[in-house]
């Protein structure tokens, strides 16, 4: 049934060449954790883009309930907590999600770096890896604030502080990030909006250019 | 039932089932939860004292303004949700409170408010009509007659309640 239904689809759009050269492509021996358990390393890159499509499904269901206003946001995000079903769980996945995939991230990088698969000819794709990097501590950065409580309200002080204190620029970076004097309405407005649009859109990207490269120019070699 | 299932086959079963497993494992949690105001019940309004007395009530549709509390979501405004009723006594003297939402599509009907229609319900948006008694008018866009409130009279005082869904 199932066949038959590929077939008929195949046969007209051709997709076989499609899906088999995103799937079916060679893995080397020494990635390969069959063969030695410790190539178990190779797979935090796979799991780093695992918890990314988790952050982005819970994220887009918890976006059903949450509003990005100063009045609203904190009830809202209660509600969506305490009183609607498994609402404790999808935030939950968003909420320690977070932090899984800056540490798969991490873990990642740290795996590249060892393994010096950052060298020619692969300098450019690890740029990359860096902008996602950065792009990642953004997006921890700015849903940090939605949730409008005490915490959420202090780190964003103390990160635009932070911010504030890069010379000449600092201030006017500050401002652009509160959108204003002070962290308020406009600063949550403005990270809600960089969190779920500018953020996500520039991480597709960089990802997209991220697993191209990777297929380019194929896993690096053995030690 | 002789047909023997290959290695492979059995294996990328076993793959797609667990996979499959995984994905309901993670989706199952956001379904739920996108779907949780599908599964509950609505919180019912119960009966609000609307201030007049039933002896003040003449045959003539009269707007009553009264207030509920509703929680919806996260907010609930302290000073209520306003809501309307038409409120006369009908030819055998009882107490009716038409509800002023429009059985065609949800606008909200005034009485006598088109000089064109004198002595009916109008509803503006496409024109709808109802007769005095909440009587859908042939031949214009409602195929229903207006609801009903459940009312109750308590001390000669006029007490509305929720809408009777037909």
């Given at each position: ?51 990314v ?75 990359v890896?860096m902008l996602i990097f950065l792009v990642m501590i953004g997006l921890?950065?700015t ?50 909006a960089l969190h779920v649009f500018f953020l996500p859109a520039l991480l597709f990207m960089l990802l997209a250019v991220h ?13 | ?166």
């Open positions: 049934m199932l066949r038959a239904i590929y077939d008929w689809v195949d046969e007209r759009l051709d997709i076989t060449p499609i899906w088999r050269d995103v799937a079916d492509h060679e893995v080397p021996e020494h990635v390969n954790p069959a063969h030695h358990f410790s190539a178990f390393i190779y797979c935090f890159g796979g799991l780093t883009f695992f918890v499509v988790i952050q982005i499904l819970s994220g887009m269901f918890l976006a059903l309930y949450y509003v990005p206003d100063i009045v609203n946001a904190h009830p809202s995000v209660s509600y969506l907590q305490n009183e609607l079903a498994m609402g404790a769980i999808v935030r939950g996945m968003h909420h320690w999600g977070a932090s899984v995939a800056i540490v798969m991230l991490f873990l990642h990088t740290l795996r590249v770096f060892f393994t010096g698969s950052y060298k020619h000819p692969r300098e450019f794709n690890w740029i890896g921890g950065f849903g940090y604030l939605l949730p409008w409580d005490n915490k959420a309200y202090f780190a964003t002080k103390v990160g635009v502080e932070i911010a504030a204190s890069v010379p000449f620029v600092g201030k006017y970076i500050a401002t652009f990030l509160q959108g204003g004097d002070i962290v308020g309405a406009v600063t949550l407005e403005r990270f809600f697993f191209i490269l990777i297929r380019r120019q194929g896993i690096s070699g053995p030690l | 039932m002789s047909k023997k299932v290959s290695r492979r086959k059995f294996l990328t079963y076993m793959l797609g089932g667990t996979a499959g497993f995984l994905g309901a494992g993670l989706l199952f949690p956001m379904v739920r939860f996108a779907v949780d105001p599908v599964m509950k019940k609505g919180g019912g309004v119960g009966f609000v004292d609307v201030g007049m007395r039933v002896s003040e009530i003449t045959d003539r549709p009269k707007a009553v303004q009264f207030k509920v509390h509703r929680k919806d979501g996260w907010y609930q405004p302290e000073e209520g949700e306003l809501l309307t009723a038409w409120v006369m006594k009908d030819e055998k003297g009882q107490v009716v409170a038409l509800s002023p939402v429009c059985k065609h599509l949800g606008c909200t009907v005034n009485w006598d408010s088109n000089p064109q229609f004198k002595n009916q319900f109008f509803c503006p948006c496409h024109f709808g009509r109802y007769y005095k008694d909440g009587t859908n008018v042939p031949g214009t866009p409602p195929s229903k007659p207006l609801d009903k409130y459940q009312i109750k009279i308590e001390n000669d005082r006029l007490l509305i309640g929720p809408v009777n869904k037909a």
